[in-house]
């Protein structure tokens, strides 16, 4: 029996000192010696075996049954990671392959329907036209641009300036408890005052607004809504999972018919330049196709801070005496008086917003639907977009933002830097003293305009981190904003932080 347990002893000891070999050399030479040691388990046992005696024999079996078990949990649990791995990475593998695919299957069919039409318009144009008189014929049969010469056609005659009567000439936040109570007394539609601000606030800001979150949230509805208010009706254009391209939003020259496939954005767009209110013009679902692709030339050219290069170019053999009035040389200026909303939904189906999207735009997240409120009766206004933009700049010059909140937001700045290697930007302070300014001005606090930017602006690159190792650093970042700002401040970015630190 003192056999067994010395056998024991020296059993052990092999095998740790070898496992501890096996380790070492794992890192430095794989496998190395160890399997030279191999033969020291045969010498053991042929050594000590005769003298184990009954119970020795016994306590051996049940030795080698307890390690030969260890083995195989180690084994099946390292069978069981490998295999969660695969599943899992397979499945977003797959997952992606399926999107991909998909998006090419529209893009194809989109491709196929196109070659359908120019097909058809050659075998159209293969035949002699009938005969008919010649008042029969539509007057645009001739042209390049039939729609936007419609719209010279429509606006030649029309008075455009906008007569304000004096009871729209009102302040950003009497308009902004206006529309609140426009929406809520003819639409049946309810918002919060601080989304109505973020809104006007943004459109003071930047030409793009995207409105995200959930389906059936009244995200396309706020748009609508404004372009009732302005009484000049919204353009609606749904974008769809094909679009590849500009040519998709703006059309393309066909070269068979000699005409240009003119979008109803265009249209839209091209109208603006003949009024004097404020155009409205929606991208609805608009991450269904990368956005970078489809409206990258707009994102780009809106970073001019000249406005008069606003141009885009439709055509590259302009015709003075053919082409719309306000086309030059075959390019468009963007006019000042328009904004496009894009609306996001944030599922599967969708893509992912980049941040050279969000650099370069204000961004309002809609997490529930509104609460019911009862409103007095509220009419719309007649507001020309020179009233409204020097709404804005009387803002920005009446409530600039204090030296202190920008001393404060830079210290944030720093530490979100050191600790998560994420920086602003210029381009994130430039919009943050054109928002907060109109902002303050809508009746909203200068904490609360900072605050929606730093959660629109910084915190929402904080989703592509990998949360579960900073959570110690989101909690930081939680009490360093309470000891800038204090701890009743930027309730919307800490709800977002702790948000996230739940995930993680």
């Keep these: 029996m003192s056999d067994f347990f010395l056998y024991l002893q020296m059993m052990f000891r092999a095998i740790f000192s070898n496992l501890g070999v096996f380790f070492r050399k794992a890192i430095i030479d794989p496998w190395g010696d160890v399997p030279v040691h191999f033969v020291y388990y045969r010498d053991y046992f042929e050594e000590f075996s005769p003298g ?63 070659e359908k039409n120019r097909l058809l318009n050659l075998r159209v144009g293969s035949f002699p036209p009938p005969k008919q008189e010649d008042e029969d014929k539509g007057e645009d049969d001739d042209v390049r641009f039939p729609k936007l010469i419609a719209v010279d056609r429509k606006y030649s005659v029309l008075n455009n300036d906008v007569v304000m009567p004096s009871s729209d000439m009102i302040t950003l936040e009497e308009l902004v408890m206006r529309f609140r109570a426009f929406t809520a007394s003819q639409l049946g539609l309810y918002y919060e005052p601080t989304m109505i601000r973020t809104m006007f606030a943004g459109m003071g800001t930047t030409k793009v607004i995207i409105l995200e979150g959930i389906s059936g949230t009244g995200k ?69 196709a990368r956005i970078e692709y489809y409206f990258a030339e707009f994102l780009s050219i809106m970073e001019m801070p000249d406005f008069s290069e606003w141009k885009v170019e439709l055509i590259n053999n302009p015709d003075p005496k053919e082409d719309p009035v306000n086309l030059k040389e075959g390019k468009l200026l963007i006019p000042q008086n328009v904004w496009f909303f894009g609306t996001a939904n944030n599922d599967d189906s969708t893509f992912s917003i980049t941040d050279k999207v969000y650099d370069r735009a204000i961004s309002i997240n809609f997490e529930h639907m509104g609460e019911h409120f009862d ?6 206004v007649t507001l020309s ?29 720093d530490f979100v830097l050191a600790k998560f290697k994420l920086v602003f930007g210029n381009r994130t302070m430039k919009q943050l003293k054109a928002f907060t300014p109109i902002y303050v001005a809508t009746g909203g606090t200068e904490i609360e305009a900072l605050d929606i930017i730093f959660f629109s602006k910084v915190l929402k690159k904080f989703e592509t981190l990998n949360i579960a190792f900073l959570r110690n650093e989101l909690k930081e970042l939680i009490a360093e904003i309470d000891k800038l700002f204090g701890k009743t401040a930027f309730t919307k970015s800490k709800d977002f932080i702790n948000r996230l630190i739940k995930m993680g």
């Design 220 to 288: 396309t509805s706020l748009p609508y809504a404004l372009g009732k208010f302005f009484q000049n009706d919204a353009q609606m254009c749904s974008v769809q999972p094909s679009w590849r391209d500009r040519s998709e939003l703006l059309g393309y020259f066909n070269e068979f018919t000699k005409k240009f496939n003119e979008t109803d954005f265009l249209k839209a767009l091209y109208e603006s330049t003949w009024r004097k209110d404020n155009n409205i013009i929606v991208l609805d679902e608009m991450n269904l």
């Design 52 to 114: 184990f005696g009954f119970w020795g024999w016994v306590l051996f079996i049940i030795l080698l049954l307890v390690v030969l078990a260890f083995f195989v949990a180690i084994g099946y649990l390292i069978f069981r990671l490998i295999r969660g791995y695969v599943i899992n990475y397979g499945s977003k593998v797959e997952k992606a392959k399926l999107i991909d695919q998909i998006q090419k299957l529209n893009y194809e069919l989109f491709m196929a329907v196109q």
């Design 385 to 413: 977009y020179e009233y409204l933009d020097n709404l804005f700049k009387q803002a920005k010059n009446n409530f600039p933002v204090s030296a202190k909140s920008l001393e404060k937001f830079e210290k944030l700045d």
């Design 375 to 380: 409103s007095e009766f509220k009419e719309p």
